[in-house]
């Protein structure tokens, strides 16, 4: 038994020596060896800012966080390609009508919540959509609580010289407005257009409906120049007028009716050499109405005494399609197009009004060469007041105004900010093809940056390139969503 176990220490101490003799070198051998490669982490950088929104409410106007990084890796989903060398307008800018009623609710305000409301609608940072153009009325609108214009009179009354013009109505509400916007964002422009002239130059005693009468076309001019003096004398530069909105819809209050013929003999013998003998460099832009009728600013534009005096036509689409601007550039290429006003139900819905606003008011009007887009009324209360007796009871604002401390953004505010946020003053559209439900249109900025905006009008999710100089990112959107990219 001793001498087994003698043996048996033996062995396992030989079977031990051998082991690290093949240990040692075998470790020999790998410190011959090379060591392997090392290999860098591979780094995506993100080359794509993506906002989106969500027609149920979900997501709005969010900046997303994924990682968006142009390649080349082939695949089969649909492109959109951005082309930089394809140049069309400069755009002017993307707003509302400040009506004296928005006016009216946002004042209301206490003062720290109006002014940061004022720096979120007009400024330029982070937390900014950055709203660059406004139109207002001259008067009252329909969505004002009361009409007037800056001269009423007593019935019977008149006044040829103009002495009892006054801004004083206007005074507190818009103008006082304006004058803070003008603080934070002083290059904005304004598009000023009268709901009726005062009802001492009509045919009818009414602020609805009924024509300028002809004899009164004269001093109805220099009411135009008497009010864009007085704002200037304010501080308020108006960049451009409309001789009348909506002037075949002569049923709201204020309204008043004035045809093709008679707004270009009132351009052409009238507003234009009034303008011009008072040295003002206001845009006059002819017609503000649907897109139904591309034939009455074309007719203006066709008559030769008349068509020096206007810079372009101003279009909404309540009838028509958003194809008249197109038509009526191309008849006209030197002269401008606008596009002026929408308005969102209070029977709508949020996907729906989202869906079809950004289709036909942004994209739309931008792929037909509009140098702006407008959505209508900037701010009512709950009940979508105040308006005229007559005015729109269902218009509703991009804000509700609840209390002087809150307020609720709609859906007005979204498809604008989609587009005012990243597309600033003095941007080009650029080439982008259309490509099936993904609705586009394309940017670049003053600064160099590309801005694509994609509504997915379709009912299913899409997935989709963005191509800009032969790379790629893919990115998708669910139906009825409305994404912007931003990228240098």
Not at 98 to 108: E, H, R
Not at 172 to 193: D, Q, S, Y
Not at 201 to 226: C, E, P, R
Not at 337 to 354: H, I, K, M
Request: charged content about 15%; overall charge neutral.
């Amino acid at each position: 038994m001793k001498l087994n176990f003698k043996n048996t220490i033996k062995a396992l101490f030989f079977a031990i020596a051998i082991f690290a003799q093949i240990k040692c070198s075998s470790s020999n051998d790998a410190t011959d060896q090379a060591p392997p490669p090392v290999v860098p982490p591979v780094v995506v950088t993100n080359d794509v800012d993506f906002w989106l929104t969500k027609g149920d409410q979900s997501v709005l106007l969010a900046k997303q966080t994924g990682i968006l990084g142009f390649g080349t890796a082939t695949n089969s989903y649909t492109n959109i390609e951005v082309s930089e060398s394809q140049k069309y307008q400069t755009v002017d800018g993307f707003g509302y009508t400040l009506t004296g009623g928005s006016a009216d609710m946002i004042n209301q305000l206490n003062a720290a919540k109006k002014s940061a409301l004022l720096q979120e609608l007009f400024g330029s940072g982070e937390n900014s959509i950055g709203i660059s153009y406004l139109r207002i009325s001259i008067g009252a609108s329909d969505l004002n609580a009361t009409p007037f214009t800056y001269n009423d009179l007593p019935a019977g009354d008149t006044d040829l010289d103009l002495a009892k013009f006054s801004l004083d109505k206007d005074k507190a509400g818009v103008i006082a407005l304006l004058k803070e916007i003008l603080v934070i964002n002083p290059k904005i422009l304004i598009l000023a257009t009268p709901w009726s002239a005062p009802v001492w130059m009509k045919d009818l005693d009414s602020f609805k409906g009924g024509k300028l009468q002809t004899k009164y076309y004269d001093v109805y001019a220099k009411y135009f120049v008497k009010y864009i003096q007085q704002m200037k004398a304010e501080g308020i530069t108006i960049d451009a007028v409309t001789p009348q909105n909506e002037p075949l819809h002569d049923g709201n209050n204020p309204s008043m009716y004035m045809s093709a013929g008679e707004q270009a003999n009132f351009i052409k013998n009238n507003l234009g050499p009034a303008f011009k003998a008072a040295n003002l460099k206001v845009k006059i832009i002819a017609y503000d109405h649907n897109c139904d009728n591309p034939n009455y600013p074309k007719a203006i534009l066709a008559d030769v005494d008349a068509n020096p005096f206007v810079d372009g036509s101003a279009f909404h689409l309540y009838a028509g399609d958003i194809s008249a601007l197109t038509n009526v550039y191309n008849s006209y290429p030197s002269k401008n197009v606008y596009f002026t006003e929408q308005w969102t139900s209070s029977a709508g819905s949020f996907n729906g009004d989202l869906k079809w606003h950004v289709r036909n008011v942004i994209i739309g009007s931008m792929r037909n060469y509009s140098r702006n887009a407008l959505e209508w009324n900037l701010a009512n209360n709950g009940a979508f007041e105040p308006h005229t007796d007559g005015g729109c009871t269902m218009c509703k604002g991009a804000l509700t105004i609840t209390t002087s401390e809150t307020f609720q953004r709609n859906v007005a505010y979204y498809i604008i900010a989609h587009a005012s946020k990243f597309v600033p003053m003095g941007s080009v559209r650029i080439g982008s093809n259309s490509s099936g439900d993904l609705q586009n249109v394309a940017f670049i900025t003053p600064s160099g940056s590309k801005v694509l905006i994609v509504e997915n009008d379709g009912t299913t999710s899409q997935i989709f390139n963005i191509k800009f100089n032969d790379k790629w990112v893919t990115t998708s959107l669910d139906a009825g969503a409305v994404g912007t990219y931003t990228w240098k």
